[in-house]
């Protein structure tokens, strides 16, 4: 099988020991996957996690806040993050140690631009975007992860009845994941312009995001989204 993202190894970077994060995560081991690691086990996760157990996906775990605590509370599921940045995947991995919730949830070093390729159809139970960068200038629209491509990609992905829950804090990500739902097979179940006000549109299954936290501090709104893939 042929993937579109290419993992290097420390010597194909330029300065290798610029970012020591970059190291230290080939070297990790459980919780942690590389890119190449991540594609050995694409459309076969629950052989990764050795249980039969719904595979719920987060896209951008950031520090790992939000991913570790999901995992911690749902142990009857498995989690899978996806993170580009080498510290954030240690940063993530340490956080679900710390939790004793290694054992059922992984991290893997991937663009998300093209994780649908680590997936078989219909793999998928619930999947979680927090705080996409907006890209807010039109002109860097197609750069967009929340767009018609992406959803396009992922969509298959999804199992019957797969909910997708989105945090954000640019109205452009909202209007831009709105727009592209319309016209697909999704389910548009529930929307929140302001989490810290309102609440989440899915109740209290929720964990707070760093990036929510900074903005709740600061009185900024952040937004919710609720989609489901009809069953």
Known sequence: MSFRFQDKAPAGYRHPDANPYLKIHRSYGPPVLTATQAQGWA??????FGVARPLHVEIGTGNGFFFAGM?????DRNWLGIEIRFKRVVLTARKLQGLSAAEHARIARYDAHVVD?????????GLYVNHPDPWDKERWAKNRLLGPAWLDAILPKLAAGAQVRVKTDHDVNVDAL?????????DLIGLTRDVEAEG???G?????????????EKGEPVKAVWVEKPR
């Open 43 to 48: 459309g076969r996760w629950e052989a990764c």
């Open 117 to 125: 390729e680590l997936f078989a159809d219909g793999e998928i139970a």
């Open 200 to 202: 989440t549109p899915w």
């Open 178 to 186: 709105l727009a592209a739902v319309a016209h697909r097979p999704l």
């Open 71 to 75: 995992a911690d509370r749902h142990r």
């Open 204 to 216: 209290d299954d929720d964990v707070e995001t760093n990036y929510q936290r900074k903005f709740r």
